[in-house]
């Protein structure tokens, strides 16, 4: 079909079925005709396509729960989903087909606002896309993260894992435990370069922040409107000297403690011998689940060193009443001893694939990330898995030779490599297949403490992870892939994104 469909002064958007969640497709659709034209696109409730507008509309015949067929012709453009995800992806579509200056957030004098005719059916091949930030070891604030959220939703993916507590800040406000934020949100200085050079230096910076509830509330129901679930993660029972710092009681040893200024592991963890330690979470994710409403709590469970458990008389001592093993098994009655909880909230859990060790919690989901094997057994266990394995998407590794780039963590990850991921292990059987929902890329902030950085360490990297959640594996083509990002990193200039310009190719490989 040759020509453009162009949006006029005219040009209205027509909901069939007219409700809060499709009226936030068509909304969002109206908002960017918007800003570079400086005419507003009305959204009004119509059973029939018009001439010069576009046709929204819930057809129970398309079979995937966020696929669409997205129709433009010269005339009309109409827009079929099953539901009102599919309808906002086909809206992104939309716009990945604008020309770039509609990313503009202000008029442009005699801006023409066309798309190409054309006919795309489509349908994601996994329904969980998600990516991760951690905003503890270094703090991004609410409008960097809606930032990342808008990115999330661009590019199809639908949820936002926020890393929220850890041993370098604590960063949500819970009102019952006001010290959290006080004293857990902020840190003495931070190491400069890597950790485990000796002799540490530091910056001796005071550095720190956190979201308050009514901040929380606002992204929440930001990333809702991009249909963009968030988890919340609490960290448990490692990765918790920020609370320990703010509440040493909870610790085995009774403290003190410092907020963390370096990175790695910390022996000091919540105890879990003691009830207060259990009354303590259950109070605070009380309060997380009143702010999230998704279905999936993270609970971390990653890193926890027992190293203070096998000493402590009250760790040893509910070891022997509960009848366990040892520190691994204590571990898992931590897990699941909050599962029960989370699950009588109605909610479930997700941890890291250290919570298969002792035994896994009877309706936790996954996330492998030491490789896939945590994966791969969690999903023959029957358990729903989440891939996010550090050598694929890791995007605090360098994603090029390091020599010539800012500090990161280590590793070496580039484009090409992220992109060769296929989420589905060869291993399973096709039974068990249906436990992997899909993939996660994770940016972790030990090293990346501004947006700038965040940026250039995440793009377009973050873009080959939601091209591998969205797409058929065998429709995978790098070079194809990349000739594509040639033409949308300009939408990415215009938008102020700091991407990556280097060596997208692995030129390690052994061709
Ligand atoms: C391991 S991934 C961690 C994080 C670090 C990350 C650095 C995971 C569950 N734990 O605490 O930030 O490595 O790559």
């Known amino acids: 079909m040759n020509g453009d469909f162009v949006f006029t002064t005219k040009s209205r958007i027509i909901l069939s079925t007219f409700n809060d969640e499709t009226l936030l497709a068509a909304d969002f659709l109206s908002h960017l005709v918007a800003n570079p034209t400086g005419f507003k696109t009305k959204v009004a409730e119509g059973k029939k396509p018009e001439s010069g507008s576009v046709f929204m509309m819930l ?11 997205l129709t433009i012709t010269p005339k009309k ?20 087909l604008m020309p770039v200056d509609v990313e503009k957030p202000f008029v442009v004098e005699g801006f023409r606002l066309a798309v190409p005719a054309c ?91 956190f979201y308050t509830q009514d901040e ?4 929440v129901a930001y990333a809702k409107s991009k249909f963009v679930t968030i988890i919340p993660e609490i960290e448990m029972p490692g990765h918790a000297l920020a609370a320990l710092a703010a509440y040493p009681a909870l610790s085995c040893t009774g403290g003190p403690f410092d907020v963390y200024t370096r990175w790695g592991v910390v022996d000091d963890v919540y105890c879990a011998g003691k009830e207060e330690t259990f009354n303590f979470l259950e109070d605070v994710l009380t ?87 945590g994966g791969i057994a969690a999903a023959q266990q029957k358990h729903d898995v989440i891939m996010t394995p ?4 890791y995007l605090d590794h360098y994603q090029c030779e390091p020599a010539d780039q800012p500090l990161a963590i280590g590793g070496y990850l580039p484009l090409e490599r992220v992109y060769s991921y296929n989420p589905m292990p060869s291993e399973l059987k096709s039974e068990e297949q249906k436990y992997i929902l899909g993939i ?58 700091n991407y990556f310009k280097g060596e997208y190719r692995d030129t390690r490989a052994v061709r």
């Open 59 to 69: 057809d129970t015949a398309i079979k995937d729960k966020e696929g669409y067929v």
């Open 77 to 96: 453009i109409i827009i079929k989903a099953k539901s009102a995800p599919g309808l906002f992806y086909a809206v992104q579509t939309i716009r990945q």
């Open 119 to 209: 006919e795309i059916k489509d349908a994601p091949r996994f329904a969980y896309r998600g990516m991760h930030l951690d905003v503890c070891r270094h703090f991004f604030p609410p409008g960097d993260v809606k930032r990342y959220i808008d990115m999330i939703a661009l590019h199809k993916m639908n949820t936002f894992h926020w890393h929220l507590t850890d041993d370098q800040g604590w960063r949500i406000e819970i009102k019952k435990y006001p010290r959290l934020t006080e004293v857990g949100a902020f840190r003495k200085e931070t190491l400069v370069g890597h950790d485990g050079k000796q002799p540490f230096v530091y910056d001796g910076k005071p550095y720190g922040g």
């Open 216 to 219: 929380i509330r606002d992204i």
């Open 287 to 373: 309060e997380v689940i009143g702010l999230f409403p998704g279905k999936y709590i993270h609970i971390g469970g990653d890193e926890c060193p027992k190293t203070r458990w096998e000493k402590c008389p009250l760790c040893q001592k509910r070891i022997k009443a509960e009848g366990l093993k040892d520190e691994q098994e204590l571990q898992s009655y931590f897990i699941r001893r909050i599962e029960k909880f989370l699950n009588s909230k109605g909610r479930k859990i997700i941890g890291w694939d250290e919570i298969l060790e002792g035994g896994l919690a009877p309706e936790a989901a996954v996330m492998s990330w030491r490789g896939t094997d």
């Open 390 to 393: 550090g050598e694929y998407v």
């Open 440 to 497: 996660q890329g994770n940016v972790w902030t030990e090293y990346i403490g501004t947006r700038d950085y965040l940026d250039y360490m995440t793009y377009p990297r973050m873009i080959a992870i939601a091209e591998t959640g969205w797409t058929q594996d065998r429709l995978k083509d790098f070079d194809d892939f990349l000739a594509r990002f040639e033409a949308s990193g300009k939408r990415y200039d215009v938008m102020g994104i």
